[in-house]
């Protein structure tokens, strides 16, 4: 037992800084910093910038689902509002009306989004689960509709417009070329990361998990749960009113489709592809949306058909989203046994692309005959020309998806086995390690 006095031992007793943490935000901002000195050519900032504006849209969004069990249909409304505010300041500062800096434009979206957080979460909130869902479904519905009745504020079919390149130029930043931009939803991406993280640690931030796995017994510890979710919806909202302000600037334009249903569904689909139960699932889903959505609608038509299928597989095989798939092969990694899985897995990986391969020459060939056949029969697929009225590319796009799901179904009970076994072992040296 120690003799040194209280205070002395007090000043010992100290909290050792934790450098894991500070090492992956340091990262997370360096990439930030050198993502568009890598990705520079064509259209990649405007694919970054869009990337930036989902990730946060995405995690604000988790906010609710993930966190707080909170199945919402209508989160665009608040993104979606917050971008018509910023861009009505944005409108509003050009004319010399409103002294606001495009720089903060995001922060009057983020106001706006909270403000109509805290009204139509006051009523949304007052039921949970499925009830929950379908209030906030009819809301965005409601709010949708109301974007066409009032083209004053909301400019109809149309939208509003703006030009972000005005005022002053402090440091010659005017916000005209893209890569100004980039910067700008960079830096509110850090910070919005940064403070949606810290929400996670307050008691708020815990509180609101318990409410999510069993709010009758937080109920029973003195917390209301209900006002419990109407705090976290307000902050979220707040969150996703920035992410609507950085895309009125990024693109300029605000329309009916910024606070639609689809919208919201798409950050539903997006946030639940990247996994709902990790904190960065959300920022890997988007990359894969914006991926899905917008890059991949550049070469097929049937990309919303991609999209369905892509989600479908996530929550059939991996339904903790794709964080999950990374957590689970770090974890055989850091135990020393990635080898004895390596193979069995890349074999499984490379049968399933096989077979996914025939499935999307038979989709486009599809789609070509159905939406294209009044520019002949003949298309340009995968490099090679392909008559799709002569029944080679079909007998091809059949015995690609035969094999490859023959080799899927072999393959898949090796590495279910291999997968088992390891799972199993390091199951039994976490037991052995708490005991």
């Not at 949606?196 to 003195?222: H, S």
Request: hydrophobic fraction near 55%.
């Amino acid at each position: 037992m120690s003799t040194l006095p209280a205070t002395t031992v007090s000043r010992m007793n100290y909290k050792p800084l934790n450098l894991g943490r500070w090492l992956v935000w340091t990262l997370f901002a360096l990439v930030l910093a050198i993502a568009p000195l890598v990705f520079s050519k064509g259209a990649s900032l405007s694919i970054l910038c869009q990337m930036g504006t989902v990730m946060i849209f995405g995690l604000s969004y988790n906010m609710l689902l993930g966190q707080g069990g909170m199945l919402s249909f209508g989160h665009a409304v608040y993104s979606g509002l917050g971008a018509y505010f910023a861009i009505h300041a944005m409108n509003l500062a050009a004319d010399g009306s409103l002294p606001v800096p495009v720089s903060l434009l995001p922060l009057v979206g983020g106001l706006a989004g909270m403000l109509f957080g805290i009204l139509f979460g006051y009523v949304t909130t007052r039921k949970a689960g499925t009830t929950f869902a379908m209030i906030t479904l009819g809301m965005v519905e409601l709010v949708f509709a109301c974007s066409l009745m009032f083209p004053g504020f909301f400019g109809g079919e149309g939208g509003i417009s703006g030009n972000r390149v005005m005022g002053a130029e402090p440091f010659g930043i005017s916000y005209g070329p893209q890569i100004q931009v980039y910067y700008l939803i960079a830096f509110w991406l850090f910070v919005a990361t940064v403070g949606m993280y810290a929400f996670t640690q307050t008691p708020l931030g815990r509180i609101i998990n318990a409410v999510r796995d069993n709010p009758e017994r937080a109920e029973f510890i003195g917390y209301d749960p209900r006002w419990v979710r109407y705090l976290t919806l307000v902050l979220s909202a707040f969150f996703a009113g920035i992410s609507g302000g950085l895309s009125a600037i990024n693109f300029e334009i605000v329309t009916a489709e910024n606070v639609s249903v689809a919208r919201s569904g798409a950050i539903l689909l997006f946030t639940y592809i990247g996994g709902i139960g990790f904190f960065f699932g959300p920022m890997i889903g988007a990359v894969a949306g914006v991926f899905l959505t917008v890059l991949l609608s550049e070469f097929t038509r049937a990309w919303l058909l991609y999209l369905g299928l892509f989600f479908i597989l996530i929550v059939m095989y991996a339904p903790g989203g794709i964080a999950s798939i990374l957590m689970l092969n770090l974890r055989v990694a850091r135990s020393g046994r990635f080898p004895r899985v390596r193979k069995p897995m890349l074999a499984v990986c490379a049968s399933a692309l096989v077979a996914l391969a025939g499935v999307a020459v038979a989709v486009e060939m599809l789609y070509h005959l159905t939406l294209d056949a009044f520019n002949g029969t003949v298309m340009d697929l995968f490099g090679m020309r392909v008559d799709t009225a002569a029944p080679g590319g079909w007998l091809a796009a059949a015995a690609l998806f035969a094999v490859g799901g023959w080799m899927f179904l072999r393959t898949r009970k090796v590495f279910r086995r291999a997968w088992g076994e390891v799972q199993e072992e390091i199951e039994e040296l976490a037991k052995r390690g708490s005991a």
